[in-house]
């Protein structure tokens, strides 16, 4: 059924009809007659009346005549050219409404015919969208795995088993912790849960790991994506604030709102440490720079009517809040740019603006 509809041409028999006619209409033949008479008639009153006056008049005389006779003729055929133009006009529309009747019609019966074997196109890109973000969540959900099944190695056969087998070959000192860049006491840096595990056998996050963990990978090839995540995952501290960002951005995904659709106006690195630093209202307003109304009243609408969604957005606010205020003492300016680039601070700044924390 579905074959012999698609197959089938559109059925345009009543606009076959409707061509256009060839040859002289009645409003041509109606402006011909009429022209004919008025030119006899004028040429018998011009002729009695010089036979009863003479001749005379000279040019000005024969000017007039000839207006006289031409001006009532080329009337005539102006009143005939519209009035043709007028049925041209409504011949055309009629036509084109037979057109879209026939198209609607053949539509209709091939939307019947096909019934739900036919799959839009847009839906198809939408599912390969979708498997896409679920291999990706299966990734980082993989990461995260890898990561709880090395700490229970480690509560089984202790520290010097984790080192051989989640840290299979050296890796190079870095200096620059990104989830714990102030300078905090030894005793409160974040470590993996793994008691006395030694300093060289953990390498710590660096700032660029850290920023781009942040981010999250841009698709299922990003290597440093996933390594930096991974990376990130292993960190107390940035393990927490990596897996609510991840919560949030999934709960704002469900409402169509992606942060690679924001585009918020850009803070100077200043602002971003009065913030850190406690400062609240006016002096730190440019941090709430989303101007996407949409986006903006979707949340605040998911922020009331959703009591889960509230709850997970104060957590992620929390835990931005707390990393930032570490980040911020050791950080560059270019660095603070860098994280405000990041989709997880454009989350913060649109959470931020909702819940109005920037004054």
Known sequence: MAERDKDKPFDLAPVAGQGREGGLSRIEIAAGVLSVAWLGLSGALLASADGVAGTGGGALGTAVTVLALALPVGLIWVVAQGARSARLLRQEAARLQATVDSLRQAYLAQQQGAGMDVRPSMEKRIDDLARAQRETQDAIATFATRRDRAAE???????????????????????????SPSKTPPDDQPRLALGSVPEDTVRPLTVEEFIRALNFPEDTSDRAGFRALRRALEDRTASKLVRSAQDILTLLSEEGIYMDDLHPDRARPEIWRRFAQGERGLPVSALGGVRDRSCLALTAARMKKDPIFRDVAHHFLRQFDRVLVEFEAAASDQELNDLAETRTARAFMLLGRVTGMFG
């Open 153 to 179: 190695i480690a509560d089984v056969q202790g520290p010097q088993a984790l080192s051989t087998k989640a840290h299979p070959g050296p890796s190079a000192p870095r200096t620059a912790p990104a989830a």
